[in-house]
């Protein structure tokens, strides 16, 4: 459902969420590592999350990228992916079609439409800090 970078960016939030819960800034590379993401892919993500004040990044020796435990409870996991795949996830067909709608609906178009909402639902209603609660006591990971 999310493009590969969305999926990445996703899980670089959660991580440094959960990182800074710790008290700990985090490196591009630490990042790339535990979510199992290439580097440079990595950079171009963040560099989105940060520009978009969903991450902040510190400069110099003992920089990194953190998150503050406010923004974790007030930012929901909406406006991560908005800020890298935009508003598509709620509005694509089912099957890839190019034109699906009520009119002319795609043989999965009307069961689609309930999934996108649910999806919309469970994003605008899930904050990052939940996102960590599974992390932080081992029944949820990042990368087997």
Same mark, same amino acid.
């Given at each position: 459902?999310?493009?590969?970078?969305?999926?990445?960016?996703?899980?670089?939030?959660?991580?440094?969420?959960?990182?800074?819960?710790?008290?700990?800034?985090?490196? /591009?590379?630490? !990042?790339? =590592?535990? @979510? #199992?993401?290439?580097?440079?892919?990595?950079?171009?993500? %963040?560099? &989105?999350?940060?520009?978009?004040?969903?991450?902040?990044?510190?400069?110099?020796?003992?920089?990194?990228?953190?998150?503050?435990?406010?923004?974790?409870?007030?930012?929901? /996991?909406?406006? !991560?992916? =908005?800020? @890298? #795949?935009?508003?598509?996830?709620?509005?694509?067909?089912? %099957?890839? &079609?190019?034109?699906?709608?009520?009119?002319?609906?795609?043989?999965?178009?009307?069961?689609?439409?309930?999934?996108?909402?649910?999806?919309?639902?469970?994003?605008?209603?899930?904050?990052?800090?939940?996102?960590?609660?599974?992390?932080?006591?081992?029944?949820?990971?990042?990368?087997?």
């Amino acid at each position: 459902m999310f493009s590969k970078a969305c999926e990445y960016g996703l899980r670089a939030a959660t991580y440094i969420a959960m990182q800074s819960l710790d008290g700990r800034r985090v490196s /591009l590379k630490e !990042i790339a =590592d535990k @979510i #199992d993401s290439p580097i440079a892919f990595t950079a171009k993500i %963040l560099q &989105l999350l940060s520009k978009n004040n969903i991450v902040e990044s510190v400069k110099g020796a003992y920089g990194g990228f953190e998150i503050s435990r406010t923004q974790m409870d007030k930012l929901k /996991l909406s406006a !991560i992916v =908005d800020a @890298i #795949d935009g508003d598509t996830i709620y509005a694509g067909c089912g %099957l890839g &079609l190019k034109e699906c709608n009520a009119d002319k609906p795609c043989p999965v178009h009307s069961k689609f439409v309930d999934i996108r909402n649910d999806l919309r639902e469970m994003l605008e209603n899930t904050s990052l800090y939940e996102m960590t609660a599974g992390l932080e006591v081992g029944l949820t990971f990042l990368k087997r």
